[in-house]
């Protein structure tokens, strides 16, 4: 079965400066997609970015990038220029594309970011 | 173009009754799934559902149901609540179901559910 693992509970950065949150996974699947998203303490999840397993590129959004290492299964999030509104709990996710394509979830990071 | 919404956003309900929570997705998503988050569990996945049909189950009890209408709306629905079902439910809908792109998820923003 997948699993999604992301190490850091919490983690912390001053705003401005850049911060990387870890995230590795377990697949038998050589086809998926992964994703970060961020949920504030509103609740309301946000998609932050996605990646394809079959694309090379690290995909970037703005502040936000990816360093997708599929031989390593590793998919960290960094955030570049931290601002307040960054702060929130971020989950890692995974969906595959064989029979059981549900989307999974790892336990989170919760960032703090300080002025 | 609206997000995705759920009703209602705040439940109360006592051990024993059962519950219906409702999602309405993005115009035009053909898929909803549906997420219990609790503190102690993380988010773990419940159903998705595609066309009106249950494309994926997650490990929970026969309690746990959920249905999608033509409309791509979706109920899910808890019978003889526990203790333990107190959580944020949450609804997320995409265009297409995992094999297909795109297919990442839209979240809604949420129903907490407290049982007492």
């Known amino acids: 079965a997948q699993t999604v693992t992301q190490s850091q509970p919490e983690m912390s950065v001053q705003e401005a400066e850049t911060v990387t949150l870890s995230c590795t996974y377990d697949?038998?699947?050589?086809?998926?997609?992964l994703f970060w998203y961020k949920q504030p303490p509103s609740r309301q999840m946000i998609l932050v970015i996605r990646?394809?397993?079959?694309?090379?590129q690290n995909a970037t959004e703005n502040r936000f990038s990816v360093n997708f290492q599929k031989a390593a299964k590793s998919f960290s999030l960094k955030i570049s220029d931290s601002q307040l509104g960054d702060a929130a709990m971020y989950f890692c996710?995974?969906?595959?594309?064989?029979?059981?394509?549900?989307?999974?979830f790892g336990a989170g990071t919760r960032l703090t970011v300080k002025p | 173009k609206a997000g995705v919404t759920q009703t209602p956003r705040y439940l109360i309900k006592t051990r024993g009754q059962q519950v219906t929570l409702s999602c309405s997705p993005i115009?035009?998503?053909?898929?909803v799934s549906w997420y219990q988050q609790t503190p102690g569990q993380g988010l773990q996945f419940l159903f998705e559902?595609?066309?009106?049909?249950?494309?994926n189950k997650g490990n929970f009890p026969g309690r746990f149901s959920g249905r999608q209408f033509s409309n791509s709306r979706s109920e899910m629905n808890v019978s003889t609540l526990e203790l333990g079902d107190s959580a944020l439910y949450l609804c997320?809908?995409?265009?297409?179901?995992?094999?297909?792109?795109?297919?990442?998820?839209?979240f809604g923003p949420g129903t907490r559910l407290t049982v007492l």
């Open positions: 997320a809908s995409s265009l297409s179901s995992g094999r297909q792109v795109p297919n990442e998820q839209f």
């Open positions: 697949t038998s699947e050589s086809d998926y997609y």
């Open positions: 990646q394809e397993a079959y694309k090379q």
């Open positions: 996710a995974y969906r595959g594309t064989g029979g059981n394509n549900d989307m999974r």
């Open positions: 115009s035009g998503h053909r898929s």
């Open positions: 559902y595609f066309s009106e049909t249950q494309r």
